[in-house]
């Protein structure tokens, strides 16, 4: 896969997920450096985090190519790439949901996507999963973003260390959770209680379904709780990123509060 943008692909090196790095600058060509192994040589005149970059993969044993701009914006089909695309590996692709339970280093916090299709909330609720500790993400292989360089530039470079499980069946998923001991609460903007009601010291997993249907059906009916967050303006409810990051800081701040009791 390939992924853009200087904090995605610095924090790739960082996982150890990069195979490859391409750095792009004006005038790049005219410097002879259209070829592998010129760090030292180039980096002095790149923009100081593109030279971080060539140096952090380099002291990698990773190679790095320098082209003309124009090159990267071809790779990138035109998207804001701040001139350096990576190749990664993939993923670990064998999670499954009672192996994130398993692997949680307390009590277990999880992440359910029921139908996020865009690419922007996708990246962007892996960053507030990764910034709250998660201890993963379970999404569906269909009606779901993929894994793409856009979720990852999204993500801020948070895609690389958050563990994903990709399942065929969501509401089949919150059984196996739920058999493994995890309580689970679904965002429903109708739900009769609010969020910070939920006691979420325990093992956790917070549903959050698609943009403007929510929730399927079927995932509703086997969540142990719905709540809400109330929202005290006109607008009806909050971007399901920004819900995210209300509701995974709302368990942190239960958790911490548990711990200096």
Known sequence: ???FGVNPVLEALRA??????????????DLGAHAKGDVEEVAPSLAPRLGEVARDAAARG??????????IDRMTRGAVHQGVVAEVGAQRDDWTP????AAARGPALIVVLDGIEDPQNFGAILRNAEAAGVDGVIRQTRHSAPM????AKASAGASAH?????????????????QAGVW????????????????????????????????????????????QIPMAGQVGSLNVSAASAVVLFEVLRQRRQAVVR
């Open 98 to 101: 009672e192996g994130l339970v």
């Open 16 to 29: 150890g997920r990069v195979t490859s790095v391409t750095i792009g600058a004006r005038g790049l060509r």
């Open 148 to 151: 793409s360089g856009t979720v």
């Open 184 to 227: 689970v609460t679904g965002l429903a903007g109708e739900a009769p209680v609010a969020y910070d009601a939920i006691d979420f010291t325990g093992p956790t997993a917070v549903v959050l379904g698609a943009e403007g249907t929510g929730m399927r059906r079927l995932v509703r009916d086997r969540c142990d709780h719905l709540a």
């Open 162 to 178: 958050v563990r994903i499980a990709s399942v065929v069946n969501i509401a089949r998923a919150i059984e196996g959770l739920k």
């Open 62 to 71: 990773i190679d790095v190519t320098f082209v003309d701009l124009v090159e």
């Open 1 to 3: 896969m390939l992924i």
